[in-house]
């Protein structure tokens, strides 16, 4: 059996680089924040995806999915998913709202003492990060993904090549 070399002329012109794809770098440095935050929390019963939708819940009271999905920047579907944990856990509760149609999210108490509990060791994660970043570097590292956040992935397609 012979070995088959393949050839792409853009690879090999990017072989010398070390990070060629953004979209790799940025989940490598989610890995290490997740982990950062997830050693932070440690045996607290609720992980960094579920300790901003607590607390999201804790500000709102009681929400509608659609409008939690927004603020949270996630798809319904996503959103339902970790909702249906949370509320199996008893960390949130899961009402019909004035319109039967409308489901409800709110924190219950189990939810509000799971917070007592990871907000001082997520601002201890926070502060970690912020100290190893420096003020500027974490300023422009929020001002960066709050762009990234916002572009419309359609518009790579529209322009003219």
Request: net charge positive.
């Amino acid at each position: 059996m012979t070995d088959r070399r393949y050839h792409l002329d853009y690879l090999e012109a990017v072989r010398s680089q070390r990070h060629v794809c953004f979209a790799e770098q940025l989940r490598a440095a989610n890995r290490t924040i997740n982990k950062l935050y997830t050693e932070h929390l440690g045996d607290a019963d609720i992980g960094i995806a579920q300790l901003s939708l607590l607390i999201r819940l804790y500000y709102f009271g009681e929400v509608t999915m659609s409008r939690l999905a927004r603020n949270l920047e996630t798809d319904r579907t996503t959103l339902a998913r970790n909702v249906q944990l949370l509320e199996r856990s008893g960390h949130v509760a899961v009402v019909e709202g004035e319109d039967r149609r409308k489901r409800l999210v709110r924190l219950t108490d189990k939810g509000f003492d799971s917070l007592k509990i990871a907000i001082p060791r997520w601002q201890e994660a926070q502060r970690v990060l912020h100290e190893r970043l420096g003020g500027e570097q974490w300023g422009d590292l929020f001002k960066g993904l709050r762009l990234l956040a916002s572009l419309d992935p359609g518009e790579s397609r529209d322009r003219d090549d």
